[in-house]
């Protein structure tokens, strides 16, 4: 199946300092990537949905100029939590879109965030 | 809105156990159902998928039918084995910009 990478997988930095989370898809092109956080024992939360080349949608309730993200190219997303604070440590996964016939979404390994 | 409801958990079963896990959806349309696995410390995989009524979907012994009438897609294995412990979400994409919604998820330890 398709892959996407996801780096860092983990990550530990102190409070007032901005984090960027890389999503890459090795071996299709991802016209839509999706960010979601996972608390613990919890399913997964759909921050935003990421357009190659144009602004990203965030979900209800999640803010967009605390977790930026970027799509520059049809391979690459990025996710940046700014001014990081402990409340925002999670798991934060990417997924990418194959928008061809199968139209499923690959998911990356996660990044696991711990702010101090 | 789209929903999606997995039976309670965690669930413990011993090796060769047979295993149901139930999942119920609320959409509008048609949607794509999914099941995904999350191993420990892992992101997600997908597991099986299926995109139309009665469908079946199957991978690595596991299968759920696509079950309109009861809006259901139950996932189950007949054998299952210390490495199918995971945790296991039943999701749904619908929708121009294929959203998936997820289930809460629920845990599965095989015990040898």
């Known amino acids: 199946g398709a892959v996407v990478s996801q780096h860092p997988s983990r990550v530990i930095c102190k409070s007032g300092t901005s984090v960027k989370i890389e999503c890459r898809s090795l071996d299709f092109q991802a016209t839509t990537m999706f960010w979601y956080r996972q608390f613990p024992k919890q399913s997964l939360m759909l921050m935003a949905t990421s357009n190659e080349g144009s602004k990203a949608t965030y979900e209800q309730g999640v803010e967009k100029d605390k977790f930026l993200i970027n799509h520059a190219s049809l391979t690459l997303s990025t996710l940046t939590v700014t001014s990081a604070h402990p409340e925002d440590s999670s798991f934060y996964i990417c997924s990418a879109r194959d928008g061809g016939a199968k139209n499923i979404q690959y998911f990356g390994a996660g990044t696991r965030l711990s702010v101090l | 809105g789209d929903s999606v409801t997995q039976m309670e958990g965690p669930v413990t079963l011993s090796e060769e156990a047979f295993l149901t896990i139930n999942c119920t959806y609320t959409a509008t349309g048609y949607p794509s159902l999914f099941w995904y696995v999350q191993y420990p410390g892992e992101g997600l995989q997908l597991l099986l998928k299926?995109?139309?009524?009665?469908d079946k979907g199957s991978n690595k012994g596991f299968e759920a039918t696509y079950r309109k009438e009861t809006t259901s897609f139950h996932l189950e294995k007949g054998s299952v084995q210390v490495s199918d412990s995971a945790v296991y979400f039943c999701a749904l994409s619908s929708g121009a910009n294929s959203k998936l919604t997820f289930g809460k998820g629920i845990t599965l330890s095989v015990r040898p």
């Open positions: 299926a995109t139309k009524a009665d």
